[in-house]
């Protein structure tokens, strides 16, 4: 292909390699323009180096990498987070998560919460944004993952205290009005883990032991130490995981056991409040 390419040229090569949205995306990051730009001069002649660079982010995506990692970035609830192969990929389903967190501290005067596991801090950060004066805790046992979140808090003017913690571990005697956490939930020996973008995240931000409930069960087993009386446990989970999860709930003694269901109508969200009993 002749070195003078313009956008037209390079998204028709692209689109024979991989989806047509991607290859937009690729566009629009290598040449750090909006969308419409793409749209309006489609005959702008691409430089060299851009030129170089878009062939090599399109070779990767269709090796499989991730578009989120070869962007650097992902939005979530309507803010840009950067992200890295430390960290799991946001994804629009844990948005149910944020709407279920911010409906149940809804009228509380500073409510404390904790995000377990945090990742690229896109949970916790965007509940510091959406609720004015909450106290929000953010824990991950992986150094690099907090390194991104606090990039990200720093970046988006999120106020979000952050631990290195295996879990409640670094927590000593503090407690919560709400905890969320979308854990590890898929089984160790999925297949899924070897298909698509899932290949590229951490593993460790995925799998989760033979049933992928390994880590739901030891945030559900240990939470009530950190949880205020009236407090409430909220778990992102798989698609076939509520009945366990609503099962853990009633085991650890929680009450006003739910599901909630996603976009898709999947059972997506379980969670209950803490009485405070001993």
């Not at 292909?1 to 047509?20: C, E, N, Y």
């Not at 290598?30 to 430089?47: F, G």
């Not at 995000?115 to 929000?136: K, N, Q, R, Y």
């Not at 150094?143 to 879990?167: I, K, P, T, Y």
Request: charged letters at 25%; aromatic letters at 8%.
């Amino acid at each position: 292909m002749s070195a003078m390419t313009d956008i037209a040229t390079a998204l028709g090569w692209a689109k024979q390699r991989i989806d047509l949205m991607e290859a937009r995306v690729l566009l629009r990051h290598v040449l750090q323009c909006p969308a419409s730009r793409l749209i309006a001069w489609p005959e702008s002649i691409l430089a060299q180096e851009d030129w170089a660079r878009y062939r090599e982010l399109v070779a990767r995506r269709e090796a499989g990498e991730p578009v989120a990692y070869l962007t650097g970035e992902r939005e979530f609830y309507g803010r840009e987070f950067m992200v890295t192969p430390a960290v799991l990929i946001p994804r629009p389903d844990t948005e149910l998560l944020v709407e279920l967190a911010v409906a149940h501290v809804s009228g509380m005067h500073r409510p404390r919460l904790l995000d377990m596991g945090t990742g690229s801090g896109a949970l916790a950060i965007t509940l510091a944004l959406e609720l004015e004066g909450a106290d929000v805790t953010a824990i991950d046992r992986s150094r690099e993952a907090l390194w991104v979140a606090m990039a990200n808090a720093a970046r988006l003017g999120a106020s979000v205290s952050f631990v290195q913690s295996d879990w409640f571990a670094g927590l000593g005697e503090e407690r919560f009005q709400l905890i969320v956490s979308n854990p590890p939930y898929i089984a160790s020996a999925d297949e899924h883990l070897e298909q698509g973008d899932l290949r590229f995240e951490p593993r460790t931000a995925l799998a989760a032991g033979p049933a992928g409930l390994d880590d739901l069960a030891e945030i559900v087993a240990r939470a009530p130490v950190h949880l205020e009386a009236e407090g409430w446990l909220l778990l992102e989970h798989g698609y076939d995981q509520a009945s366990a999860v609503r099962g853990l709930l009633a085991d650890a003694g929680f009450a006003a056991i739910a599901s909630w269901k996603d976009l898709a109508g999947i059972e997506r969200v379980s969670g209950g409040r803490w009485l405070g009993r001993v």
